[in-house]
């Protein structure tokens, strides 16, 4: 697998012990590969924009389950739009 300069600074602190890294569960990985898969027919292209924040940490968990962050947004969209993932209640979120 081929890595990107982001990728391979993220192994190299790993390894210095600066970050740390989880292994993903068996049902979790098998969870996202699961949907990664379902979502292999890509016939349409977007464009978003978030937080430099956000990115960083999509590209942190799916190195973790050894994926390409454009899989993993791409699995977790799938997953929402399907139902898998639900949304929380507005009132919970802003906990009233």
Partial sequence: MKFDE???ELL????????ESSVPST?????????????LQKDM??????????LI???RKANRVG??????????L???ISGAIKPEQAG????E
């Fill in 6 to 8: 982001y990728e391979k």
């Fill in 12 to 19: 190299e602190l790993e390894e210095k012990g600066l970050i």
């Fill in 27 to 39: 049902v979790e990985r098998k969870a996202l590969m699961s949907a990664a898969k379902q979502t």
């Fill in 45 to 54: 292209r977007i464009n978003i924009r978030i937080s430099s924040r956000d």
């Fill in 57 to 59: 940490s999509l590209k």
């Fill in 67 to 76: 994926m390409p962050y454009q899989t993993l947004i791409s699995s977790v």
């Fill in 78 to 80: 799938h997953q929402y």
């Fill in 92 to 95: 919970a979120r802003n906990g």
